[in-house]
């Protein structure tokens, strides 16, 4: 079936190195992608996200690469910090109103 | 922009009550919103998409008559959870989405609430 899912389920980094998180995406046909970012008791918050027809969109300190060819993922953070110890989640769609698909999530711990 | 709020962020109840939980969108108009739960270290499973004005649509396995949704406006959808359990006990999450572009961006993002954890005695 068609699936989101991720290669590492915990990744940990130094403090102010940086942080890459992949996502396999199964679905040709999705065509946005979304990354969110989850803390501990609280909702899922928006980090970027990115369409089919682009390989690469940067945002403040994250970056999200898209890679159709092999239905490859990926949120980088540079200089990762404490505050970005969270639980990231990518989720798929196919735009025009369909549901997202979203990947088991990868723990990002950070060390001081 | 592009705030969801939900009420109550915590609530517990005895088995047998309902209780309602509230989502809203406080900056747009949502044509869209979603209904998910969350248990421990565990990803988001889409309960129910609810349209404004019509009818919600369920996801397999998801009792209608046990969660009943009413999106009565574009900024408000509310999530009943009929004759709670224990086992109902979970971490649930709403999420809207503009439906146009805009100020709150892509038509397609969806923006999530703050969670209400639910505890059924």
């Known amino acids: 079936g068609e699936s989101v899912g991720l290669h590492l389920p915990t990744l940990s980094v130094q403090e102010g190195d940086n942080s890459i998180i992949n996502c396999a995406y199964s679905n040709s046909a999705s065509d946005y992608f979304i990354w969110y970012k989850q803390e501990s008791g609280k909702g899922p918050q928006f980090i970027i996200d990115i369409r089919s027809n682009m390989d690469k969109r940067q945002g403040q300190r994250v970056t999200v690469l898209l890679n159709k060819t092999v239905k490859h993922l990926s949120l980088q953070i540079a200089a990762t910090q404490p505050g970005d110890s969270a639980v990231y989640f990518c989720a798929e769609t196919r735009g025009g109103g369909n549901k997202l698909v979203f990947g088991a999530g990868t723990i990002l711990r950070v060390k001081s | 922009g592009a705030v969801v709020s939900q009420h109550p962020s915590r609530v517990i109840c005895k088995s047998g009550t309902s209780v309602k939980i509230e989502c809203r969108s406080l900056?747009?108009?949502?044509?869209?919103m979603f209904w998910y739960r969350q248990f421990p270290k565990k990803s988001l499973m889409l309960m129910a998409t609810?349209?404004?004005?019509?009818?919600?649509?369920?996801e397999q396995g998801v009792e209608k008559d046990k969660f009943l949704i009413n999106h009565a406006s574009l900024t408000l959808s509310t999530l009943t959870v009929t004759s709670a359990h224990p086992e109902d006990s979970s971490f649930y999450i709403c999420s809207a989405r503009p439906g146009t572009s805009g100020r709150a961006g892509s038509p397609d993002t969806q923006y999530f609430g703050p969670g209400t954890r639910l505890t059924v005695l």
């Open positions: 900056d747009f108009q949502a044509t869209t």
């Open positions: 609810s349209n404004e004005g019509s009818k919600a649509t369920y």
